[in-house]
């Protein structure tokens, strides 16, 4: 029972001990708590960062594709307009060589065609 009946100032003296010791829990959480804050902070902007690294790097792709898929468009472009002038200008030569049979070509042609489009 002595232990019951302690004396005020040693009850005293456990009481601060504790109440300093929580006060001391309390602010080592507040700081553990504005550290997280902190390092949560920088996570999200470091999230930040590499989201919009990635969407660079994927619209510069992107961009790389459509001009390689434009250049190759008017790669083919060219290759059929040069076909195109080769095919003239042999067909203009070969007219120009014989003109004759080509007036005879032509004209042949167009009986067949006449004769086609002229069904009833």
Same mark, same amino acid.
């Given at each position: ?32 708590? *504005?550290?997280?804050?902190? *390092? ?81």
């Amino acid at each position: 029972m002595a232990e019951a009946n302690q004396p005020a100032a040693a009850q005293g003296a456990t009481e601060g001990t504790a109440r300093a010791r929580a006060e001391s829990d309390v602010d080592r959480l507040k700081s553990d708590m *504005d550290a997280l804050r902190k *390092d949560f902070a920088a996570l999200t902007e470091s999230l930040k960062d590499v989201s919009t690294a990635r969407g660079r790097s994927y619209a510069e792709r992107a961009r790389a594709t459509a001009d390689d898929y434009q250049h190759r468009a008017q790669a083919t472009a060219e290759e059929y307009q040069a076909r195109a002038r080769a095919g003239l200008e042999q067909a203009q030569a070969t007219i120009e060589e014989r003109p004759m049979t080509s007036v005879l070509v032509a004209f042949g042609i167009g009986l067949l065609l006449g004769k086609i489009l002229d069904r009833d």
